[in-house]
């Protein structure tokens, strides 16, 4: 059992952001990584959208590790992440908050681009459970959403990271984001552009 441990996964359509990933991870992380393949890694859902494996993932590696930490692999690590364990708390999911949705939708939303976690919370199993019950929801994040019915469930099991270990890009746009970014979220389809731009030089 490992004391702390990162991971990430990917897919047939990621797959060629791995290497960019891996390089910037590398360059700024002295603690292990675990990838996972999420075309071949099973997970007990009917969803063809492999990024809802993300929690079963979540699960595995609890068993591999005291500590653990999901990073998106469109997320270009640009600092040592690895200070993000020190803000896990027990039975609770550590994740920044995802200030651009939060404005527009009127309420307080995380976003699951970067989860840190010890143990195997209640929460992590619940969100997994929920996702094999899932046929509305876009994504796990919206799926997590979903189970915060209210503020105190969402204290109860959510415990805020630094945005610095989670900028996303339209925190740029909204001139929201935090002076000493850690983790860059390239999202969506204009994020990858962005990815692609750093690959190719």
């Given at each position: 059992m490992m004391k702390k441990?990162?991971?990430t996964g990917f897919d047939q359509s990621s797959s060629w952001m791995y290497d960019w990933f891996m390089e910037n991870f590398l360059k700024h992380s002295k603690l292990p990584i675990h990838v996972y393949d999420f075309d071949?890694?099973?997970a007990p859902i009917n969803d063809q959208r492999n990024w809802f494996k993300k929690p079963f993932a979540m699960l595995n590696a609890a068993t591999k590790a005291e500590k653990v930490c999901w990073i998106d692999i469109d997320c270009h690590v640009k600092a040592?992440?690895?200070k993000?364990?020190?803000f896990t708390s027990k039975n609770q999911l550590t994740m920044a908050e995802d200030r651009p949705w939060t404005t527009r939708r009127g309420q307080k939303w995380?976003?699951?681009g970067v989860v840190a976690f010890q143990g195997e919370p209640r929460i992590l199993q619940e969100w997994a459970f929920k996702i094999t019950l899932n046929e509305t929801e876009t994504g796990d994040q919206?799926?997590?959403?979903s189970m915060m019915t209210d503020d105190l469930k969402r204290l109860t099991y959510i415990t805020?990271?630094?945005r610095e270990y989670n900028t996303l890009r339209i925190d740029l746009l909204d001139s929201t984001a935090p002076k000493d970014i850690k983790i860059m979220h390239w999202?969506?389809?204009?994020?990858?552009?962005?990815?692609?731009?750093?690959i190719n030089g």
């Open positions: 441990l990162f991971i071949k890694f099973q040592s992440p690895d993000i364990f020190n995380h976003n699951s919206e799926v997590l959403h805020d990271l630094p999202t969506g389809g204009k994020g990858k552009e962005v990815i692609r731009g750093m």
